[in-house]
């Protein structure tokens, strides 16, 4: 995207219209009334001026090039239009007009011919089907919609234009001012990444906000995204969370929508924040805009009243912040110069009767102690309370401790407006009720968090996987034209990526199945060797502890027969004999592929309960950091087994952590893999083995 | 409490005041501004008259009675008030003073001698250190705050005073009307319950909200609240729900909290909602008051923008409702009426160009089709959309379907202003967001599941305990100055409610082990026998798969080594002798005891790992019904083993429902009992087994 999406030197509308009512009306209206310096081409054959506007019959009649040209044509005229643009030399297209992907395929193929016109060319194009965009510091408004909000620090990218003119609208009753606005419609070219992009570049933006039912590209997101949330919190409302909710998302700007624990996992890893609900989106961007983000977890709550204070106290836990212990000495003014019955512990509570002096010295006390990390304050509108002073005190103290965040509850109506708009147009987010003020910070503290400096440099990864055996066995799996690798084959895999799997060999007569047995040691498990059985025990198919030559031949021939019996129709490709493994703490190790973020790696409790028990916590495969390998690990309950449970001795965690580490190796190595299993993996107290590896190749 | 607490016929103000700005001042003003039709008698010896009344020298100098006294003196004039009051006939007090429980041992000591004035002579009181109470149908204001809300159909009860001071201020704003108004303070005699069971007598209230800390008492709450909200809901916000949100509450009216845990389940055992927030409370109460109780969780979305209708779709599932399923006719009817662009299935998107016509079009529709139990329709500020003329077919349409609740989002500002005032003014639940639209319709849904009749009668319970045996046991075991159950004891103890657990008897020598052994048959298990040793296996103290008595010999003399060598000063009872048991499904069903709501059950997986699973679901004991334990049961992870899983034979939940049953009764009938784990209880195809029992006494 060049830098002038949002500042163009000129702009051009095609469809311009003298009809109040009309698009092509609305845009040059709002071109005008936004005080836009640049200049404005309307294009209309059929006018000679437009607004006060001399009015051209074509792109090509304009004297001057325009950089941008905004289209509000009906979408047969559109590739003709485009076609003089390219030829015109205009740079950017922002396209208002409808009827394209989102009317099904013909759409689409409109679409397609569309971006071929702007490739040719080297436009870049805003839209289709989006409502424009606007900056409230070039000025422009170049959409459709009514009203023009007032400047302000938030860059706001909308992939539903509806929802932009409702936040628009709101806005004004909220008081919120934007940096920048964009529409993406249906993102047939610049999308979310652009924008987020260009809005991460803009010294007038503090806080992206994003509001999408899917990403365009999994890895542009995840490799522009994590640089842009170092240097500015990104904050996104992605809907489709449920299965229902997917379903409308993908009738709506037919998005293909990724899986919802992809986009977790994938925002978790770029350090985007993401919000559950529109007030929580726009809560989480005035903290932000107006507050530092804090050192840490530990929140002071003072209150006037008790009972605002629990309930802070409760939020503060349920969302992940801790209460403040304070210092002694903090304690000790508090004792001496609150009333008595004053709560002098976290939370704070200066009583019904505390004036704005009270609330000043308890503020200042817990915002000098240094276990503080934030502050709230609550106020509720008794008898003697001063909310403007108070809200005066609060101002000045925020500026003494500009390191802190501070927010407020002014929990009233008419009696506390004054003071609180006075904290809101002072930079203190004021909210009405507790819990979202808890909120608030605790968005920034997890934003925090994700700007951390990592850990000092974690040791070289020199790792050598033995590619050659890897392609050999797909190689084999593939001229069989088979999906799924066979059990000796799966382990051969991880083998070459240095997973120590159970010994393993694939007989192929009972004599080859006891000479395999000898060789490797008794007990021995034999399980049937096929791509076609999924639950080899539910047909007789599996024997474990067998111990003897003579056992081995017996069993195979056994198995053949439980086989036959149940699926007649199955071939094996013969029996797999496996060294039967002392029993380790069951773990699973997986991956799967998602279609927007690519191969995600599981860990949690393995064994046959794992569906049952859905203990397994997620993360992308590519560049995956021990960081983060020990972060899912700990997420789960498996990890507390792994620690030593009740008197058991801690099992190898590093041996675990490297399991899941070259597992990711695999699955980035070859994209062709579609899913990993290995499960259970026995974690020991020294090493680890993997007992039954699926592996299936799309 | 007597019916008159709100309407009372006169009231006399102890420590009326002339002085504004005090509290005796206060309330006298606002019981003549809100028009109060009886008497009022101000008491303050040194005035001849306040506000224009009559003021009197004491309680005794009132010609007539009094019914209510309020008292605003110091709180170390109270006693003496207090003894005037009966003496004169008085029947309610209610007590803004403070200076009681809350101020700590001293203050505690007070409150009990005034509690013991008010019962001699058969005195309520409201308080102390409470704020008073209002009615807007008496009307009455009785309370020291500022301004008096409008009538309305909700009566809100709150254990904080200052955040009813918060909420009456904020209710102007939010324009929300009150029937009556509570403030309990510190409950030393009317507490929510009361207050609770007056609204629900009200025929002015229609939802009552609590504002808790605690519940008094927990018998009563249960008993009373279980009929009122056969017939209104009851929203319940209780904070304290973290560990340092109890502490605060205990520091605060030194409340004593009970579990969260326990009151969750006793809030569905009684039909209560609970709020998490303060918004979530009044969301609902708005809802109730207005709309209609659905009939079912079947959810249609209509609205003008697709971004917002999957946020709601997501909202719908996430709260537990489901998305509607149209009618054929309903989905022809709206493909042919509607734009092809439109979303004809649910939601349905009407379009950004949809007037009040086609709004209107698709609402009857939907609320026409018998797949619909509840609407909610979205509107977002687009060019031609009409807010007013849309709120206009929303109020006719919803008059028109007076079965079916209906809510609104109006998402913007001052464009759908005039439009979201007029739904609201005719009973149309309308929300800025769509979410907590959502959320108000999946409350009125969980409401409407509590007031489904029960189902038919449920087969007669004829089981009768052996009480002497238990009774015999437990003198053994408070003879021994125990309060831990020998494993043989408390096997003893759930046999004799007709739990069969595993065969187990003490031996005290090795030969009579191996006497008892024979007697039960092989193969045994030997686990040492002492209520001192917590973890049998760590120290040696368990054999299993004994088979001979030899064995059995030798086993019993190993045990006894081990533990004397692990811990020398532990002199244990004996050993005991178990027969061992296939293995089953391993199961937990375990008895605490809440301090206000008794003893809760609780059932999920068992084994060794029940503390790390966390697969178990509570309910109280006393009267626990089938439904609830079949409810208990499919709430675990434990009910999908149960049923089989991966091809496993489904085991016998009719007789683990018996075992919680039985566990359940034991717990009520000897309330002496504090804790009970059957851990495991293995679950066969046919029958249980109890195979450890822990019973612990107070």
Redesign the interface.
Known sequence: MTNSLTSPASIAVVGASKTP?K?GY?VVNNLIQSGYKGKIYPVNPKEKEILGLPSFASVAAIPESAETAIFAVPAKKVLEAAAECGQKGVKNLVVLTAGFK??GREGLELEKKFMSICREYGMRMLGPNCVGFLDTHTPVNAT????FPGQGEIAFI??????L??IL??????GIGYSKIYSLGNKADLNEVDCIAEAAADPNTKVILC?I?DVACGPDFLRVVSEVTKKKPVVI?K???????AQ??S???GALAGSDLAYNIAFKRCGVLRAY???ELFDLAIAFVNQPVPKGKKVAIVT????????A??K???NGLA?ARFEKETIEDLRLNLPP?A?I?N?V?VL?DAKADRFKFALEKVLSDQNVDSVAVLL?????TQPLETARAVIELNQAYPAKPLVAAY???????EGAKLLSQNGIPCF????PAIAALAGMSTYAGFIEPAPAAEKKNDFKPDLKTVKAVFYDVKRDHRLVLLGSEAAEVIDAYGITAAATSLSQSPDEAAAMADKMGYPVVLKVASPKIL?KT?VGGVKIGVSTPEQVKSAYVGIMENVHRYLPKVVPHGVEIQKMLPKGIELIVGMSRDVQFGPMIGFGLGG??VN??KDVSFRLAHNISPGEISEMIAET?AY??MKG???DKPVDIDAVSEVIRRVAMLAVDFPEIMEIDVNPVFAYEKGVAALDVKITLS
């Open positions: 009512g698009i609305s989102e009317m459709f919609l009514k009203g909308s992939q539903s234009g509806a929802m003119a409702a609208d709101w806005s004004q009753t909220a509001y039912e409302l809907s489709g969370t449920s299965q229902a909710g409308a998302a009738s709506h700007t609900s529109m007030s006037n009243s008790g009972g605002p204070g629990i309930i106290t409760d503060v836990e349920a209460m019955e709560g512990y939370p509570d019904g509720c509108p008794v008898a003697v929990m009233g109506g008419p009696a506390l407006a009405t009720m507790p819990e639950h539910d046959i309960y049952l028990l309950k507390t087994m449970y009740r008197g």
